[in-house]
């Protein structure tokens, strides 16, 4: 990675508490960045900050829930004031979901929306202004292997990260006319972080059962591999960036089946 796009600038990581955001923090600190730290969860946050600072970095971690607009207006105001601008915003915020539409309700649907489509646009919304005044300004936003295809058993996930691709592809269409921002739409497939475990479920769903087959099958790439795949796309303005052979196969069947990607994803791992 070219330590110089990232040094001296500011860069913002939501859900930095744990997993591939924790990787992300770190990611950046190494090539240079200071870095605003975003979480819900205050013990999580609070490791990754004196990991920042033990690795020499400068850092502003602050509790708070991204999806709440009025809040987060506050958190970038601070973050920008104490850092003195932002450059770079990647929302990595969100919540995985195990639950099809027959076994989910209309509030699991609001609140795995809210957690992931949510998040991604109070915290754009609150921090675009800033972004908007660098030279050369990022915001990536990230939506999912399951923002590429729709498979059955997790609905009200695949509709939220859908929602994010659509926002983020809409907002790339918007700042056409600000050449100095690039918008990516970041497709992780399944990465292993101890996302699987802080899921959210039906009610009905074994939630320990779901888990234990996401990590078994599912979470195949490491965060810090795809922090690294991430931040190079993102320093390259790149308008998509998959990450893992899964998001590359979730891509490579939508556009070459079309609608029966379905059958070619299954014809694919069977075989």
């Known amino acids: 990675m070219n330590r110089g796009f990232y040094a001296g600038r500011v860069a ?42 033990g ?12 999806a709440d607009a009025e809040r987060m207006d506050a ?13 770079v915003l990647i929302n990595n915020a969100g919540r995985l979901y195990y639950g099809g539409v027959t076994e989910s309700e209309p509030a699991d649907f609001d609140a795995v929306m809210r957690a992931n489509f949510g998040a991604a646009v109070a915290s754009t919304k609150a921090f675009l202004p800033f972004v908007l005044k660098s030279a050369r ?32 592809e809409s907002l790339r269409s918007e700042l056409r006319e600000h050449p100095n921002v690039a918008v990516t739409c970041v497709y992780p497939g399944g990465v292993k972080t101890g996302i699987a475990w802080s899921a959210l479920a039906a009610a009905g769903v074994d939630r320990h059962r779901a888990a234990a087959r996401f990590d078994r099958h599912i979470a195949r790439t490491h965060p810090g591999k795809a922090a690294d795949v ?6 390259r303005g ?9 998001a590359i196969l979730a891509d490579t069947a939508a556009r070459m089946a079309g609608g029966q990607y379905e059958k070619l994803i299954r014809l694919v791992v069977r075989g």
Do not use: Q
């Open 238 to 246: 790149k308008s998509r960036v998959l990450i893992g052979p899964d």
């Open 230 to 235: 991430m931040l190079r796309g993102i320093e």
């Open 12 to 53: 913002v990581v939501t859900g930095a508490g744990a997993g591939i955001g924790r990787e992300l923090a770190m990611g950046l600190v190494r090539v240079g960045a200071s870095v605003g730290l975003v979480d819900i969860d205050a013990e999580g946050l609070g490791a990754t900050v004196e990991m920042v600072r």
């Open 137 to 168: 300004g990022r915001i990536a936003n990230l939506s999912s292997a399951y923002g590429l295809i729709g498979l059955g058993g997790a609905a009200p996930y695949t509709a939220a990260k859908f929602a994010v691709r659509g926002f983020t």
């Open 75 to 87: 958190v970038a105001g601070e973050v920008a004031g104490r850092l003195g601008g932002v450059d």
């Open 55 to 66: 690795a020499g970095g400068e850092v502003v971690g602050v509790v708070a829930d991204a």
